[in-house]
């Protein structure tokens, strides 16, 4: 019985697409590449970080994974500029589901596990409404290390303090959530896009197109 539902945060509740728009707005035409190298780079230091022992918070890394794609695309930037994109993480929209589908959730326990600082974690969710769904915030900052490395995916059991076997966590990379099968979660994977799977030889227990499929599967 699932008792628990962990969520990511990027991606997963809250729409990207939000991000590319800002890029859009600002670099006419450049919207879609700044965004797809920014992401990469931003998951890459993520992971490089981690192996190097080399922390930094997700709020650096967002800005120096921004701050290469810029240079790589040869855009002029300044402060200014970093500033205002990177703030978009701030202020991004849920997708259109995942209110009501979190309402449908209750009355289990919600959390969210994410590479998210604390201060950026509350201010998206305080923007979206989001925040009263959840009764934990859990951010990496805690373990000085990035997803997908083991001790990140132990903060939610013990925070809770459920076996493993009734959380279901749920995440749209399925990276993450072949870190989290791997670490002994039940696992969800939205795929939005179609997106082929990670060979990681780890496969979710649950794949779904929108959030709001797992109701009727958890019911």
């Known amino acids: 019985m699932i008792k628990a539902i962990v969520f990511d945060a990027y991606g997963t509740l809250f729409d990207l697409d939000t991000i590319t728009e800002a890029c859009d707005a600002l670099y006419p035409g450049k919207g ?3 965004h797809r190298i920014w992401r990469d780079k931003q998951l890459e230091y993520t992971w490089l970080r981690t ?3 080399r922390y930094a918070d997700f709020e650096q890394v ?3 994974a921004l701050r290469y794609s810029l240079e790589h695309l040869g855009l002029e930037h300044d402060g200014g500029t970093l500033e205002e ?3 978009i993480y701030l202020k991004l929209r849920p997708h259109p589901e995942v209110e009501e589908a979190l309402y449908e959730f209750a009355p289990r326990k919600m959390l969210i596990l994410s590479n998210g600082t604390d201060r950026m974690l509350h201010k998206v969710l305080g923007h ?3 925040s009263l769904f959840f009764s934990g915030i859990l951010s990496v900052d805690n373990e000085q290390k990035y997803k997908p490395h083991p001790d990140v995916y132990g903060l939610p059991d013990k925070h809770l303090r459920l076996p493993k076997e ?3 966590f749920v995440s749209c990379n399925s990276w993450d959530v072949a870190g989290a099968k791997s670490y002994g979660y039940l696992t ?3 795929n939005r896009t179609g997106a082929a799977l990670e060979r990681l030889d780890v496969e ?3 794949t779904v197109s929108t959030i709001a499929e797992l109701i009727d599967l958890l019911d």
């Open 62 to 64: 967002t800005r120096d």
């Open 51 to 53: 192996l190097m022992n």
């Open 128 to 130: 979206s409404g989001l």
């Open 204 to 206: 979710p227990d649950y």
């Open 32 to 34: 879609t590449d700044i």
């Open 85 to 87: 994109l990177a703030g």
């Open 166 to 168: 009734e959380i279901l």
């Open 188 to 190: 969800a994977w939205v």
